[in-house]
């Protein structure tokens, strides 16, 4: 029976290792895949994505500025954690908050902390507003557990704070955005650590460890955000991998299986 596997990440899985020595054809998202899998069968499709993910036009960041409720005369960070949230992400937060919110100043920040987390995040949020924390700067934060509207959330953000799943990879390269991956340890072989090292390498993303992220990740943010000529370079180049239409590809690849 032909087959055709898919391989998301940039350091291939145990199971698609195995089936990769008799499948007909590899679709991958990452170069030097040929490390894993026979070079004559590899197809590079990228990861197919929402179809609203695209690069920003002004008429979408006028739209995301009115959805959100941001000023346009700042600069602005998106924090996405995931559906269930990630602890890392939020320590960092919390931690430059109870810091002051240094570097703070002109920059606003949508913060996804996740499902599991919002409680907390809620309580915490409370009591820094409590007791002053951050003074006008923390008003210019605002947090939920869920992002209803993910394309706008990427028009909006002149630096994105993610971590480096497949499609995460694969989306902010469509939108072209300026991306701090900070990759989760808790994932097969470290695979998102390959996943970001392919645009880090690349000078097509930042990258912070995990266990660095709490001390390290949000005063970065802040100073990549302000530096337009670095926002310019990391995106354009971030641009340059991105795949267009994968979902076809793959298509047209199990097609071509079916007819020989």
């Known amino acids: ?37 026979p070079a004559d069968r590899i197809v590079f499709s990228g990861n197919p994505i929402r179809k609203e993910i695209v690069p920003a036009t002004e008429e979408m960041r006028k739209e995301a500025m009115e959805f959100y409720g941001l000023d346009t005369q700042k600069k602005h960070i998106f924090i996405v954690g995931g559906s269930l949230g990630s602890g890392t992400l939020n320590n960092a937060m919390k931690k430059w908050i109870s810091d002051g919110c240094p570097g703070g100043e002109g920059i606003e ?15 915490f949020m409370k009591d ?21 509207r993910m394309d706008l959330a990427y028009a909006v953000a002149d630096v994105v704070i993610s971590r480096s799943g497949a499609s995460s990879v694969s989306e902010l390269c469509a939108a072209h955005k300026a991306t701090i991956f900070v990759p989760s340890p808790n994932v097969a072989e470290d695979h998102q650590t390959h996943n970001a090292m392919a645009l880090v390498d690349r000078n097509a993303a930042l990258i912070v460890k995990d266990a660095e992220a709490e001390e390290k990740l949000i005063s970065l943010a802040m100073q990549t955000v302000k530096d337009e000529l670095l926002l310019q370079t990391i995106g354009k180049n971030a641009q340059a991998m991105a795949f267009l239409d994968s979902d076809i590809k793959i298509a047209e690849e199990v097609l ?3 007819k020989n």
């Open 1 to 37: 029976v032909p087959t055709l596997i898919q391989e998301q990440n940039g350091y291939a899985g145990l199971t698609n290792k195995i089936v990769g020595k008799k499948a007909k054809s590899i679709c991958v998202a990452y170069e030097g895949m040929e490390r894993f899998f």
């Open 109 to 123: 920040v949508i913060w996804q902390c996740g499902k599991f987390y919002k409680p907390s995040v809620d309580a």
């Open 128 to 148: 820094a507003e409590a007791s002053g924390l951050g003074g006008a700067v923390l008003k210019q934060i605002q947090h939920s557990d869920f992002i209803k």
């Open 256 to 258: 071509k299986l079916i």
